[in-house]
C-alpha cells in the first residue's frame, strides 16, 4: 500500500472513532436530561395541580359575579 492510502486510512479511522465518541457522549447526555425532566415533573406537579384547584375556584368565583351576585353574599 502507498503512503497516502495508508494517511487517509489513519484519518478515516481517527475520524470515525471522534464521532462515535460525541455520539456516545450526546446519548449519555439525553438520559440525564430525561432523569431531571422525571424530577422536575415529580416535584412541580404537586405545585400546579394546587395551582389548578386556585384557579378553578377563582374561576367559580367571578362567574358568580358575573351572574349577578355581590362577593360575600350566599
Do not use: C, K, N, Y
Given at each position: 500500500?502507498?503512503?497516502?492510502?495508508?494517511?487517509?486510512?489513519?484519518?478515516?479511522?481517527?475520524?470515525?472513532?471522534?464521532?462515535?465518541?460525541?455520539?456516545?457522549?450526546?446519548?449519555?447526555?439525553?438520559?440525564?436530561?430525561?432523569?431531571?425532566?422525571?424530577?422536575?415533573?415529580?416535584?412541580?406537579?404537586?405545585?400546579?395541580?394546587s395551582?389548578?384547584?386556585e384557579?378553578?375556584?377563582?374561576?367559580?368565583?367571578?362567574?358568580?359575579?358575573?351572574?349577578?351576585?355581590?362577593?360575600?353574599?350566599?
Open positions: 500500500m502507498s503512503t497516502v492510502v495508508i494517511v487517509w486510512l489513519i484519518i478515516a479511522l481517527v475520524t470515525t472513532a471522534m464521532v462515535i465518541a460525541v455520539l456516545v457522549g450526546l446519548v449519555r447526555h439525553l438520559f440525564v436530561l430525561g432523569r431531571a425532566v422525571g424530577r422536575f415533573s415529580d416535584e412541580v406537579a404537586p405545585l400546579a395541580q395551582i389548578s384547584t384557579a378553578a375556584r377563582a374561576s367559580g368565583r367571578t362567574q358568580g359575579w358575573s351572574a349577578g351576585r355581590r362577593p360575600g353574599a350566599r
